[in-house]
């Protein structure tokens, strides 16, 4: 189904072990300074927490994609529909029932589990191109569906209370809460594919007929994968849209969403653990330098095609696949 994603058989060491504890230490004492910097940027500080925050969504979308699209070589252009329902379930638990953004977004992602859950049950009937298509599909319907519903406003959105913080630190909730679900998402990818279930997932990718003469049952796994992968982006879907304070299907249901998600696991290596966080952040800031540097303008696309182009030269199984391939992959990214 997918080129071979596995990991190359290494022997575990200390050294490598300690890399990669010091890595997350390092993470994640700084995610949480990260907050107190205000005196250090000064008026950039809401700036700095804003592009945080948005890196930190990628990261945790595109990790969630990785589940399906990269573990199971399943390509899915339909990972954001989940994105979205998550930001519709939180929005109108907020505006007609009055439930706090704390208790939104966790049963966004409950939602968003069980909805992944009943679509993969449909969708992965089918393999190859006709998933695909399948997936787009599903975008195209999600989107159709939300701009005619008149109940979350149709095509001019729902517009959502204005968060309860003060100016200066309006931002900080929002990259918490993201920071969490990024973490979150990074860490299922990370029991996933030291599980059974990783396995399974990659001896599917690597060949679904072999896979299932020697007993694996495919047809589950992927489900689970599907589902699994539809949680997180629910998650991050409810806080995004609390943060932009209003809903519109044009913010979700784009298949430029599900492109930049695809190419974000490319790009940094799916079917590896830290991959999607390489590749998230990696675009995440060619994308502000070159809207620094060219405004808003086709010039990010060239820029961004520019990048893609070089890593699959260069770089054919993404960053993380090919240095851990060429055996130069630094410890503390080695997470599989």
Known sequence: MAENQTPQAKIRTPNGRRSRIVAATVVLVALALLPLSRPVVGGAFNYVMQITTIALMWVAL???????????????????????????????????????????????GVVGLAVGLVIGLITLRTRGPAFIIATIALLLMAALVFDNWEYVGGANGLSLPLPQFSQEWVRVPFYVAMAIAALGSVALSWKVAHSKLGLGLRALAQDEVKAEVLGI??????????????????????????????????VFFTIAIAAQMVLMAIIG????????????????????????????????????????????????????????????????????
């Open 269 to 336: 290596g799916r079917g590896t653990v830290t991959g999607p966080v390489v590749g998230a952040i990696l675009l995440v800031v060619v994308n502000e330098v070159s809207v620094a540097r060219f405004g808003s303008s086709e010039l990010n696309i060239v820029v961004t095609g520019g990048i893609l182009l070089i890593v699959l030269v260069f770089f054919p199984l993404g960053i993380v696949g090919s240095l851990r391939q060429r055996r130069r992959l630094p410890a503390f990214l080695d997470w599989d």
């Open 62 to 108: 595109s990790t969630s994609w990785n589940l399906i699209g990269g573990f199971a070589g399943y390509i899915s252009l339909g990972i954001n529909v989940f994105f979205g329902i998550g930001g519709y379930v939180a929005g109108a638990l907020l505006v007609y029932q009055g439930w706090s953004p704390f208790l939104t977004a966790p049963i966004a």
């Open 217 to 250: 049952n495919t047809r589950l796994y992927k489900i689970i994968a599907f589902a699994l992968s539809a949680a997180f982006p629910a998650v991050v879907g409810a806080i995004w849209g609390y943060s932009l304070t209003y809903l519109r299907p044009s």
